[in-house]
């Protein structure tokens, strides 16, 4: 399936935040937890290097908290701060500002040895598009700052958004994009909405997430679609019986297995089928 995507501004986008990293004390980079590695850009090591980072778990409320754990585990070993949250809701969003001072301990003690305590700590925001945040950003400074809306790319120029007297966020545009030369990465973006419908093939994606769900969360299928999964069964048989279930049936007997794509992808995207992660850091290791 060819994904079909936009990469915009990347060479100004690039170009700010080098300009930018000397006037901050950190990046926060966030992720969305279902696919951590799908849902960044891998540049941001790169471009960001030798600045402490915090990693911020994004829609943790969605993924599979067993593997969301392990992902905490394997950004800690890289040397990054983690906070797991979810930006829509604002859990785990209270821990931001002390999770940014404890991944500056250091720097905040020498500046009060230096008689600058209470100095403004700067955080520059990077994120892909539709990681969520411009509604992270919001959560944080407690009202509606950063223009949120549910596509892509909406952020278009950096400013900075006070959060208390002692912190200050730098948000930047949303169109650090992902690299899709991995057809899985596409898929991942596809499935979580943060590609547009419109540039899919709907059917074809929810074989894919059909076939995934199968191998990996079968029973979560069975709870909401009441089939089993066989060994022989395709993503596209699963489709079928799942439609069939549920009542889509067609004059002359046929699926309408359109639909059932829409349903699918609409519950999944909404939690109905239960919390799910597509990536695991074991996964990433041997990539």
Known sequence: MKIQWYPGHMTKTRRMIAEQLKNVDAVCELLDARIPVSSRNPDVDELTAG????????????????????????FRDRGCAVLECSAKDGGGVERFSAAVRTLLADKLRAYAEKGQ???T???????????GKSTFINRIAGR???????RPGVTRAKQWVPVDRELELLDTPGILWPKFEDQSVG????????VRDEVMDIEGLACNLMAYLAAHYPAALTARYKLEPGPEDSGYDLLQKAGKNRGFVMRGGEIDTERMAKILLDEFRGGKLGRFSLET????DHA
């Open 51 to 74: 600045k402490p980072r915090l990693v911020v778990l994004n829609r943790a409320d969605q993924a599979d908290p067993a593997v969301t754990k392990r992902w905490a585990a394997y």
């Open 117 to 119: 305590a209470g100095r």
């Open 121 to 131: 700590v700067r955080v520059m925001v990077l994120g892909v598009p539709n990681v």
């Open 144 to 150: 509606k700052t950063a223009k949120t809306e549910d």
């Open 187 to 194: 898929l991942n973006l596809a499935f979580t909405g943060a």
């Open 281 to 284: 850091p074991e996964e990433a």
